[in-house]
């Protein structure tokens, strides 16, 4: 085969081998080969088994464009899930820590802490097993079809494939569109008698209430539950923060670098700030009252005579230099002496005890104690911020004296009372304390609020943490890939890369599940764990080297916010604003629209529920249009991509939000609106079905000529026969070829006449497989 050059607008002596029912518009059929305009060596690490397809079509001036179509697997199929599985792992080994830290606990609370973590240990041990199976692949970097309900394979993307469009035409520079293809995330091995997701969590929220009360626990909402995960996750990423801020603090003391002193006071001042702001929630002082009272024996301490003393919250400072004035929880005495704070008695019990019927006298539980500790973490930081103060004074005013003054200040400087560290030390060792106090005795009260949610949980075990966590994994895999071919895209463009850390990126995913039988429970799977993507953020990195193992995207962690450090080559990194380069964390904003369009859709809408379908499409809306607002004001409209189209985004918005309340039986429209108006947000695209394979290659193919006809002059006498070409004989029958090892969608009559006409394959190319 030859491809001629296109010169002066035209193109000459393109030939095509024609055998058989071969396409006369395909040009090119490649595998296993890339186009550096498209996977070039930097992507190789992470988009394989390329397959290109190039085709010619005649445009409304009878002049010929071309047009290479490019599908490749992607490594991040397995690697995102592998590094998931591995921190799920570490995160319910911590869990597992937290409990036995609790300490001693009565019989019954004790009993529960056993049962919960022989739950833990079940899915620890389930994990690894997926795991050492996972490391144990070679072969195809994606997961097929008929393989969507092997157990080992769970938390892997079904057929997870990324599409490229270039169209190269007269007198215009090339374009590119993009697409990722994936089934549905969804619990396929688990299935789905009982429903998904969105309907499981439901039922789960209002028989939890009544277990609560069987167990003898208090009920904590999801919100109270997510809070005690977030208040853990702020104490382990925050407590050894202070402490090693704390420890160069003293260092920058010894060496007398008043420079490096100010600079390490501010960052300490900064993290205690968001350390004690962590814990001001009524939820963890409520929670260590729980605590107690699972203890051996409780009592509680009432006061009838003198009312409760009311802890104003401590007033942090707003730079290192200013102190505050508190109610006198702690004292700092001769603060250049050095003399630790005090701590004030807690006064004597003010009435009668009153003890709860079946429960020993242990010791009485002071409800303020909790109000003095906390207090006593910004204390102490004002005691440490008020010395360097009058440490830093003193310097500068021994700078200023006067020659004659030289004998005395080395005399001083050898002083032992004159020395910043020996002044630093028992006010830092002061701060560590409190802070370890604190934090020790929030982790045991969050620690408990999710140890009675979870024997809440105990007639379901871990079930739905289980199934979120497969969903998730499929969902984060595919929004990564889309974000990382985004990324590689658009690193030439400053508009781009602008909107993303000002604003973030839209991704956008079409679903064409139907809202009945199994796939209700697919799209129900579908809509949680694409809504969970709101807990994931962006990072850009260097690549330590061009090596592949240092691309590959690192995820870090828990299951309530994750980040995917993206690495960059050292020549693409230092291509990107400063913003990105410093490592800013990148939102994602995931929004879903689905519109079923099978005969199992025609029994939906004429005798069963859409509402899902409909909720589903006006919610994720509401999202994008928010998005659209937020990105209005941030960012100029000369950073969004130029399109033919005459309709401006606004509009399209107007007609999409039209559309999503309209009852209109299979409204593709939907899809229409929601897809272009993601191309022109400068978005991330996805198509999903149940396996990403039939109807996901009728929409690409039907997306593709119809960005060849609004955007490119595609003749209208070749769309049809563009669209049959790209079927017949372009990448989506490739990628059914590679799942199912045969060359015909799996259709059959009944379903072509309940699809819309512009979804139907054309004939010979259906037919009753075994997909």
């Not at 529960?112 to 144990?136: A, F, G, M, P």
């Not at 953020?537 to 299951?559: C, M």
Request: hydrophobic share 35%; net charge negative.
């Amino acid at each position: 085969m030859k491809m001629g050059e296109i010169e002066d607008g035209e193109a000459d002596h393109i030939t095509a081998d024609i055998q058989g029912q071969k396409c006369a518009l395909v040009c090119e059929s490649l595998h296993g080969t890339t186009n550096d305009k498209d996977y070039g060596p930097r992507m190789s690490a992470l988009f394989k088994n390329p397959v290109c397809k190039v085709y010619r079509f005649q445009t409304v001036d009878s002049k010929w464009m071309l047009v290479r179509e490019q599908m490749a697997e992607s490594t991040l199929s397995f690697t995102i899930p592998k590094q998931l599985i591995t921190l799920h792992i570490q995160e319910d080994s911590r869990r597992i820590q937290e409990l036995k830290d609790l300490g001693e606990l009565s019989p019954h609370w004790d009993n529960l802490r056993r049962e919960v973590i022989t739950r833990y240990d079940q899915v620890i041990r389930s994990y690894q097993e997926n795991l050492e199976e996972l490391d144990k692949l070679t072969g195809p970097s994606f997961k097929p079809s008929c393989s969507k309900a092997q157990k080992y394979l769970e938390f892997i993307p079904i057929n997870l494939h990324t599409q490229r469009m270039r169209v190269t035409c007269p007198r215009k520079t090339d374009a590119f569109y993009d697409i990722i293809t994936v089934g549905a995330p969804a619990a396929h091995f688990q299935g789905f008698k009982s429903g998904g997701l969105q309907r499981l969590l439901g039922r789960y929220e209002n028989e939890k209430k009544s277990y609560s009360t069987a167990y003898q626990c208090i009920y904590y909402s999801p919100e109270q539950t997510a809070r005690a995960r977030d208040v853990l996750g702020t104490l382990s990423e925050l407590q050894p923060l202070i402490g090693s801020l704390a420890d160069r603090l003293l260092q920058a003391a010894q060496q007398r670098c008043a420079h490096a002193l100010r600079d390490t006071l501010k960052s300490l001042a900064e993290k205690t700030e968001q350390f004690v702001h962590a814990l001001k929630d009524e939820l963890v002082k409520s929670a260590l009252l729980a605590l107690h009272a699972a203890r051996p024996g409780y009592v509680s301490k009432t006061q009838t005579q003198t009312p409760p003393l009311q802890t104003r919250a401590p007033q942090m400072p707003s730079h290192p230099g200013q102190t505050v004035t508190e109610p006198d929880a702690v004292v700092c005495n001769n603060v250049a002496g050095a003399q630790t704070p005090t701590k004030e008695e807690p006064p004597p019990p003010a009435g009668p005890l009153e003890r709860q019927d079946s429960i020993p006298h242990h010791k009485e539980y002071d409800e303020e104690e909790w109000d003095r500790v906390w207090a006593n973490v910004a204390k102490s930081l004002n005691c440490v911020i008020a010395l360097v103060d009058k440490l830093q004074e003193q310097d500068n005013n021994n700078q200023e004296s006067t020659p004659d003054q030289a004998l005395a200040d080395v005399i001083t400087s050898h002083n032992p009372t004159g020395e910043w560290r020996e002044q630093l030390s028992p006010l830092v060792a002061s701060l560590k304390e409190c802070v370890t106090e604190v934090g020790d005795r929030a982790q045991k009260s969050m620690t408990f609020v999710l140890l009675q949610e979870a024997v809440c949980s105990i007639p379901q075990g871990l079930f739905l943490q289980q199934r979120r966590d497969v969903v998730f994994s499929q969902a984060l895999s595919a929004l990564a890939c889309g974000f990382v071919m985004r990324l590689y895209a658009g690193l030439e463009d400053k508009g781009f890369l602008q909107q993303l850390h000002l604003v973030g990126l839209v991704a956008q995913f079409e679903s064409l599940l139907s809202t009945y039988s199994e796939e209700i429970g697919m799209l129900e799977d579908m809509e949680t764990g694409i809504s969970d993507l709101h807990r994931v953020t962006f990072r850009i990195t260097e690549a330590k080297s061009d090596d592949p193992a240092d691309l590959q995207p690192v995820v870090s962690g828990r299951r309530d916010h994750y980040t995917v450090e993206v690495p960059l080559p050292q020549q693409s990194f230092q291509m990107i604003p400063p913003e990105l380069r410093e490592g800013k964390p990148l939102q994602v904003y995931p929004v879903l629209f689905n519109v079923g369009i099978n005969e199992q859709q025609t029994i939906a809408e004429r005798f069963g529920d859409i509402s899902l379908q409909e909720r589903i499409n006006q919610r994720n809306f509401e999202i994008l249009d928010g998005y659209f607002k937020t990105l209005s004001d941030k960012v100029p409209s000369e950073c969004l991509p130029c399109f033919q189209t005459q309709m401006d985004v606004k509009e399209l918005l107007e007609t999409l939000g039209q559309n999503v309340v309209t009852k209109k039986r299979k409204n593709v429209e939907i899809l229409w609106l929601a897809g272009t108006i993601c191309r022109r947000l400068n978005g991330i695209r996805f198509t999903s079905c149940k396996s990403a394979k039939d109807r996901t290659s009728m929409s690409v193919t039907l997306e593709q000529c119809a960005l060849l006809r609004d955007e490119h002059q595609l003749n209208k006498d070749y769309f049809i026969r563009a669209l049959d070409c790209m079927r017949r004989e372009g990448c989506r029958i490739e990628n059914v070829q590679k799942n199912i090892k045969c060359r015909k969608y799996a259709f059959n009559i009944l379903q072509l006449m309940a699809f819309p006409k512009c979804y139907r394959p054309p004939e010979g190319t259906y037919g009753k497989v075994d997909s």
